[in-house]
């Protein structure tokens, strides 16, 4: 019901805004639009996080008001059609985008089921263009596509469910470690994890809708390999961060109001986006974090600061370090959901304490062996992708025995690397 009250509201509420051309009144209904959209999908995900900030409130103010949470089920992929709907009367606001003549197009564009659930927050000026021309199979896309889901389903399956395995294991309790190399490890363990699973999913999506016929934008482009946290965040969930962009951070005023306010509109837009995620404190503090990490970055680039110019080539090899170690820290953030973990886990992550690290470093490898071992191998995989960015196209494009060949053995590993307990994509919480 909520899916189809969406469709049918942003359709006409679309219409109505484009033939509409007194100024004051378009503004009205976007304003409608914004209100119900982003109203639904505040009481179904917000409502008890606000009865909890009042809770809260009210026992430091001993005001005695206490009001009781509700039981209220998240629906299945209302954070990502939410923004979507958005994006279409926003940008048939802007005059950026004619109205949808079809309400049939217009509720494929909301529906297609590869992204409905988990995205990427796809556009309607990039999807409905498509279905102006004849949808039809061809084999590039079938066996693009094909291998794209294949290589998604690996990504999840092998590597982040693999890695799951020590991740849920850690994070059920972090204080059992002394020093601060197992947290570290937890880190990368966990930013291994959601990348393999989130970018597996998007993958998955990305290859099922180019056998279809349909276009989708890529939305990871190697966010590791990032020197800076801006670099990071035009590589990560590309669909969300550019979503934030153009919609959120330029509607504010963007950098067109000074500099101070510049850092503020970054550090609002990524709070937002951390809420996006969940209504959880840490989902807020790690958006306040992201928030702050670029407006440090925008400021080290107004004023000019480079401390490491003087090192020459090794710079770059230094700034993906540095831009790494502070996305990880995020992580932390992102996963641990109780306040003393995550205090803990935080003051261990930067102070660098290597009390009994072999001791413990040996518990580790013996108690997650395996996952480990899918860690290395990541991350030997991740740097051979480096030299190889056209990778898919290269397998696709081979005659039908090559390619043959790489499913083959993706099936394999699927069916004998998978391990014995699946885990829930992570983006289905949101």
Not at 117 to 132: E, Y
């Amino acid at each position: 019901m909520l899916l189809l009250i969406s469709i049918v509201m942003d359709y006409y509420l679309g219409k109505i805004i484009a033939l509409t051309k007194n100024d004051a009144k378009r503004k009205f209904y976007f304003i409608i639009s914004l209100i119900a959209n982003l109203g639904m999908l505040s009481i179904f995900k917000y409502t008890n996080f606000f009865i909890e900030i009042m809770n809260y409130s009210g026992a430091i103010l001993k005001t005695g008001f206490s009001f009781p949470t509700l039981n209220i089920i998240l629906p299945i992929g209302i954070s990502f059609y939410t923004f979507e709907s958005l994006s279409y009367t926003f940008d048939i606001y802007q005059r950026k985008l004619k109205p949808c003549k079809s309400l049939i197009d217009y509720a494929m564009f909301i529906t297609f089921f590869p992204h409905l659930v988990a995205g990427p927050i796809v556009r309607a000026r990039d999807f409905l263009p498509q279905l102006k021309k004849k949808i039809s199979f061809i084999p590039e896309n079938f066996k693009y596509g094909l291998t794209l889901v294949c290589w998604g389903l690996v990504k999840k399956v092998v590597f982040a469910d693999n890695i799951a395995i020590f991740v849920n294991q850690f994070f059920a309790d972090p204080t059992k470690f002394t020093g601060s190399v197992p947290i570290m490890l937890g880190a990368l363990g966990f930013g291994i994890q959601i990348y393999c699973d989130f970018s597996g999913y998007s993958d998955i999506a990305i290859g099922l809708a180019r056998i279809l016929g349909i276009y989708i934008k890529i939305n990871f482009d190697k966010p590791y390999l990032s020197l800076n946290v801006s670099e990071f965040w035009k590589r990560w969930h590309i669909s969300l961060s550019t979503w934030l962009r153009d919609y959120l951070y330029i509607s504010l005023g963007g950098n067109r109001n000074g500099k101070i306010m510049t850092y503020i509109y970054l550090m609002i837009t990524m709070i937002l986006g951390g809420l996006w995620h969940g209504a959880a404190w840490n989902f807020l503090v790690w958006g306040a974090y992201q928030g702050f990490l670029l407006a440090a970055h925008k400021l080290s680039q107004d004023l000019k600061i480079n401390m490491l110019y003087w090192l020459g080539g090794v710079r770059k090899y230094l700034h993906l370090i540095i831009t790494q170690y502070f996305v990880f820290l995020g992580w932390l953030i992102f996963r641990i959901s109780k306040t003393e973990y995550l205090s803990y886990s935080i003051i261990k992550y930067i102070t660098f304490d290597l009390t009994d690290v072999s001791a413990e470093l040996s518990v580790l490898w013996t108690s997650y062996q395996l996952s480990f071992i899918f860690i290395i191998l990541f991350i030997i995989l991740h740097i051979y992708t480096i030299f190889n960015r056209d990778i898919f196209d290269k397998i696709s494009s081979q005659d039908n025995f090559y390619w043959g060949i790489y499913l083959f053995l993706a099936c394999l590993s699927l069916f004998f690397l998978a391990p014995t307990q699946a885990n829930p994509f992570i983006y289905f919480q949101f």
